[in-house]
């Protein structure tokens, strides 16, 4: 299985384009559209994204996470082995909060260029080839190097941001195992703790655990970005 994370959106063709080199090179790998609205040009909020959806996939399986604004620079190009499943992207953070999670994580630099390489599409060029080769089992040890530390190395432990608007309008943290009876504040509102929509009333704001771990606000048939004007990158105070 190979996953696909990006910040590439769905109305253009970069998806596809990178799925054409995936069928190419693996054709009887099944693809999974994880997300193509990651946060715009932010590998941090995309890295604790990242590291809370990987356990919900099966170990062995390959992840192409592209979020890149540094493409065609002299930023490196990784793989990494984390918690039993692949990794393949740009050393730009996006992979070193479930680097950073896992003891057996172990970490290679991509060496190989292909002769065609876009300096704006390495997800397509460089990484798809790459991860392919992965999830065929076909490991590609001549065109990797062993490392012993990415170049860019966010913090393992929680982001105390909001990392994430998803299209109702909740707002995601990158905050994980919050107690019941935490005071939890965001744009300069207190919310109150709530199991699920139905278990508040409507247009009441709330914060609970969502379904991979976070610390996610919301308000019950309303968006919480649009009500206390949350944006990817604002503070999220937790006091336990």
Known sequence: ???????????????????????????????VDLLHEAPDFDPHA?????????????????????????????????????????????????LSVIAARHADTRLWRITWKPDALSSTFHGRDLFAPIAAAIARGDFPADKVVPIDRLDVEFDGGDLARVIYIDHYGNAWSGVRSVPQNAHVSAAGERFRHGESFGRVGKGEGFWFINSVGLLELAVNRGSAAKTFGLAVGDPVEVRR
Do not use: S
């Open 1 to 31: 299985m190979i996953v696909l994370f990006t910040d590439f959106g769905t109305r253009d063709p970069y998806v596809g384009q990178v799925k054409a080199q995936l069928a190419a090179h693996a054709p009887a790998r099944q693809v």
């Open 46 to 94: 995309g890295a604790h994204l990242l590291a809370a959806f990987a356990p919900g996939f099966p170990p062995g399986c390959t992840f192409l996470a592209v979020v890149d604004p540094g493409v065609g620079t002299p930023r490196g190009a990784v793989v990494v082995l984390a918690g039993g499943r692949w990794f393949v992207g740009p050393d730009n953070g996006l």
